[in-house]
Structures are given as C-alpha cells and as structure tokens.
C-alpha cells in the first residue's frame, strides 16, 4: 500500500511569520534607545530597524527552513543591481509625480526656510540612512514574514495581510490619516505584490528607498516626518485632501492615483529574476 501523504501544519505558516516579528520587535526595544543616545532620532528610526530586522529574519530562516538572510531574495546575484535601479526610478518617478505637477497647477509653491541650519555632510549621508530605514522595513515585512505566509496560505492572502499591517504601523507617525494609513497599507501591497515578480527583495527596496529619497529633496513630509535638506520647503494653496496635511503626500488623494500608474509599471518593466527559496513550491511531505 502506498505510504499516506502527510499534511503540512496548517499553523506553521502563522508561527513562523509571528516569531519573526516578535524577534524583530524585540530587538527594536533593545536598539533603539541605544542608537537615539548614540546618534540621534534619524539615525536611531533607520539603522536598528534594519539590524533588528536582518537578526530576526536571520534566526527565522535557520529555525523554520534550515536557510539563510539571503534565500529570501537578498542574494546578490546577475540581474540584483538591475531591479534595484529598477526600482529607484520607478520609485523616484512616481514621488516626482505626486509633487512637481502642484508647482505649475498653482495648488502649491516653494519657499525659503529661514535660517535654515543645513549641512552638506548631513545631506549627503541621508540618503544612507533613508536606504537602511527602507532596506529595514522591506526585510521586516516583505522579507520572512511575508515569503513564509505566501508559501502556506498563498500569495495574495499574505500580501494583503502584510500590506495592511504595514500601513496600520504607520498610525503613530505625526499627523497620521485614515487616507494615509490606506495609501501606505496599498504600497505595502503594491511592494508586495513586486515580489511576484522579481523573486527578489532588490526591486521593493529600490522603490520604497526612490520614493523616500525624493519626498525629503522635494521639500515635503515623509510619513509624517519633516527633514530638512535643501533649505526650501513646499508651501500648499490646495486643502489637506491634496497636500497630505502634516503626514505629507502619502495621505493624498494624488498619491492613491499614481500608486494605480506605479502598479501597472511594476507589472509592466522589464525585470531579472531572483531566487527566493520560499517561493518556490515547497516539499510535498
């Protein structure tokens, strides 16, 4: 007689996703006091998550799958550089979309800063900070926990699942909003979704980090968060239902419309192929 197939435990998946995030929470506790003493709040919201985050995911993998930080699609492999730039344009692109076309509409202007205290050395460090912060949460949410819950309950029930955490963590930013909250959990889908894909982590990040670039340089919040880098800030004529209020454009209904252009892009470019191991079909027994 032919040996029975043996059934996958249905609440592995949702194990190991939340062993993974209470790891990584755990972590945040510890490394974040330390990086806020050591050098201040941007640098303690941007580097400990992404430690936090490559520790859990690390111990996650070596505990659920006998695998490393780089099965899950961080491997640098022919075609890696490719979808990170990939996604950097895309990501800078749609920011560009967002808040350029305001300036000749009317709906807003620039303006200067007033004694603005602006560094050159601080300007340029930013962006490697801004690419921890997104380096950071790509691994925490669509790095093991999302792959883990995609390989034993489908692709789209964890990327919505996760999409909408994401957005729901945001709600303590400054100036959090219901619409905001809602166009942050639909690019976390939408980052998701990327995966789908590329196979790999490189074309999400790319474009979190485009899109958080560009926002700063542009003169507007990022989430909630104002940092100054160019002395000139975007002063708004059009109401909050256009300019995001204090949370930023993210809270836009401009956002909600270039994120449906933003989608078909992703789905549309031409892309290399990654290997994360946990998309592939796993052992049948």
Not at 29 to 42: D, K, S, T, W, Y
Not at 137 to 165: D, H, K, V
Not at 198 to 223: A, C, K, Q, T, Y
Request: hydrophobic letters at 50%.
């Amino acid at each position: 007689m032919p040996e029975p197939v043996k059934r996958r435990d249905p609440l592995r998946p949702l194990l190991g996703a939340a062993t993974c995030a209470i790891l990584y929470w755990a972590l945040v506790q510890i490394l974040l006091p330390v990086g806020r003493f050591m050098a201040g709040e941007l640098v303690a919201t941007t580097v400990p998550p992404l430690v936090a985050a490559a520790i859990a995911s690390s111990l996650s993998m070596a505990i659920f799958e006998s695998g490393g930080l780089a099965d899950l699609g961080l491997d640098w492999i022919t075609g890696s550089g490719r979808n990170l730039l990939t996604g950097i344009a895309l990501g800078a692109c749609a920011a560009m979309l967002v808040v350029l076309p305001t300036i000749p509409l009317g709906m807003a202007s620039y303006q200067t800063i007033p004694n603005a205290d602006i560094s050159w050395r601080a300007t340029l460090f930013l962006p490697v900070l801004l690419f921890c912060g997104a380096m950071g949460e790509e691994i925490a949410f669509r790095g093991f926990p999302l792959q883990f819950l995609m390989r034993g309950y489908g692709s789209w029930a964890a990327i919505l699942t996760t999409g909408t955490l994401f957005g729901l963590a945001h709600g303590i930013n400054p100036g959090a909003t219901t619409i905001g909250l809602v166009n942050t959990g639909l690019f976390g889908i939408l980052f998701g979704a990327s995966i789908l894909r590329s196979r790999d982590l490189w074309l999400p990040i790319g474009m979190h980090f485009g899109w958080n670039l560009l926002l700063p340089f542009l003169g507007v919040e990022l989430s909630g968060l104002t940092i100054g880098v160019t002395g000139y800030k975007l002063v708004w004529k059009a109401g909050n239902l256009w300019s995001g209020g204090e949370y930023g454009p993210e809270a836009s209904v401009l956002t909600s419309g270039v994120l449906v252009l933003l989608a078909v892009a992703v789905w549309k470019v031409p892309l290399a192929r990654g290997r994360a191991v946990l998309l592939d079909e796993p052992p049948s027994a």
